[in-house]
């Protein structure tokens, strides 16, 4: 078994549309971290899911609905650290803004 320390979602923006950031392709992945930063004047939210191979993003796999960020703030998703995703699974994020928030995740990839 090997474990790879690898940068799951480098730092980009968010989209305002269900898109898939990350998927364990070929290896299972434990999720260390995931930030995002409001770099907008106003509000905004983001919702994450986690998802099994074979699924689509929806109400069964969300883990976190409609995060309020304030202008400037960064929040570090406590609810997603140690999260596992199987082969084939993926992290899905939806913002309700297309330009208001970054994002960047870390973890470990085991094969």
């Avoid at 364990?24 to 004047?41: G, L, Q, R």
């Avoid at 983001?46 to 309020?68: A, C, E, M, R």
């Avoid at 406590?78 to 330009?99: D, Q």
Wanted: proline fraction near 4%.
């Amino acid at each position: 078994m090997a474990v790879s320390v690898k940068v799951l979602i480098p730092a980009k923006i968010a989209e305002n549309t269900q898109t898939t950031q990350y998927t364990a392709t070929n290896v299972s992945t434990i999720i260390d971290k995931f930030t995002a930063t409001n770099y907008s004047a106003s509000a905004a939210t983001l919702s994450v899911n986690l998802v099994t191979q074979f699924d689509s993003s929806g109400n069964q796999n969300l883990i976190i609905k409609n995060k309020t960020l304030l202008p400037s703030e960064t929040y570090t998703f406590p609810e997603l650290v140690g999260h596992v995703l199987s082969p084939g699974g993926f992290i899905s994020t939806i913002a309700s803004a297309a330009s208001s928030i970054n994002i960047r995740s870390s973890g470990r990839e085991v094969s």
